[in-house]
């Protein structure tokens, strides 16, 4: 029964994670949903509502409450930091293949030892920073051999995984004492209305006219409001299934699913969007993979 369970939440992992980047493809480029910022924020506010509804009501962590100013200060400059990455990640999305978006996310372990040899000076062994060269590498080639490269995607691609290793190291250090540490639940509960606060007049101004166009798409295809929610829903239980499957599994567990997880996105996306790929692109992509799975190694060798 146990085995059963845990086969059944890394089943909603995948589903959930592989879903919602598909759904952001699909929403952004095909049917012309071309608001990443306004996507974005219907993520936010529904990780406000469900994720406050899952501890209070729930009961699926126990609540963490802050306890001065200086930790929600803290917590909100990781909210905007997390924002800017899921912001970057939707519109490299409308830009580039899914498959790509994919192959440059992978390289998160280069950007973390680089924030935090310079914002902490942790140095690693020399083995595992040698591991970070076929992770670049990997991506430098993916990016001559892609098919549809477009610079902007490639740029908001590139800062997107950038701030996702910069929210990851500046967690580290900000919330380091006893008292202040949340788990990822909290954590979310606190920063998604954050997010939601920035996102708002972001939104308002930079995509004007977003509110009248989402209402006529949702008069001209009820399918399209149904899309919107679900998608929204997924991008809660993306943190909610990945809460549940650390709890469950061992750290090995999941950075083994992790790369599996990021490998199989890429073959679906390709399944369905069709986009071309090339030899090229796919070893750089291989390579980079190969990267991550040696310094995961390599990481867990050293501690």
């Known amino acids: 029964m146990s085995r059963l369970f845990t086969v059944g939440l890394i089943t909603s992992w995948y589903s959930s994670n592989i879903g919602v980047l598909l759904l952001n493809k699909f929403l952004l480029s095909n049917y012309g949903f071309r608001y990443p910022i306004s996507l974005t924020l219907c993520h936010m506010l529904a990780c406000s509502m469900f994720s406050y509804m899952a501890i209070a009501w729930l009961k699926v962590a126990p609540l963490q409450g802050i306890r001065s100013r200086l930790q929600l200060m803290k917590i909100s400059a990781l909210g905007v930091i997390f924002c800017l990455s899921v912001v970057g990640g939707n519109i490299s999305l409308r830009f580039l293949p899914v498959s790509f978006n994919q192959a440059v996310g992978a390289t998160t372990p280069f950007f973390t030892a680089v924030f935090a040899y310079v914002m902490t000076r942790k140095r690693e062994s020399w083995v595992t920073y040698a591991t970070l060269v076929p992770v670049v590498t990997g991506v430098i080639i993916a990016s001559g051999g892609e098919p549809l490269f477009h610079l902007f995607g490639f740029i908001m691609c590139i800062g997107a995984t950038a701030a996702r290793a910069l929210k990851s190291v500046l967690q580290g250090i900000l919330l380091s004492s006893e008292g202040e540490k949340l788990n990822s639940m909290n954590l979310l509960m606190y920063m ?45 239980f993306v943190n909610l299934t990945n809460f549940l499957v650390t709890k469950h599994t061992s750290p090995l567990t999941l950075q083994v699913l992790g790369n599996a997880k990021g490998a199989l996105a890429v073959v679906i996306s390709i399944l369905i969007f069709r986009n071309p790929v090339s030899v090229t692109g796919m070893f750089g992509y291989s390579l980079t993979v190969v990267g991550v799975i040696l310094y995961n190694e390599a990481k867990k060798r050293s501690v």
Request: proline letters at 4%; a negative charge; hydrophobic letters at 65%.
């Open 192 to 236: 998604a209305p954050v997010a939601v606060i920035f996102l708002l007049p972001a939104a308002l101004f930079m995509e004007e006219g977003v509110v009248g166009i989402t209402i006529a798409l949702a008069r001209d295809d009820w399918k399209f409001l149904l899309y919107l929610i679900f998608n929204s829903a997924l991008a809660y």
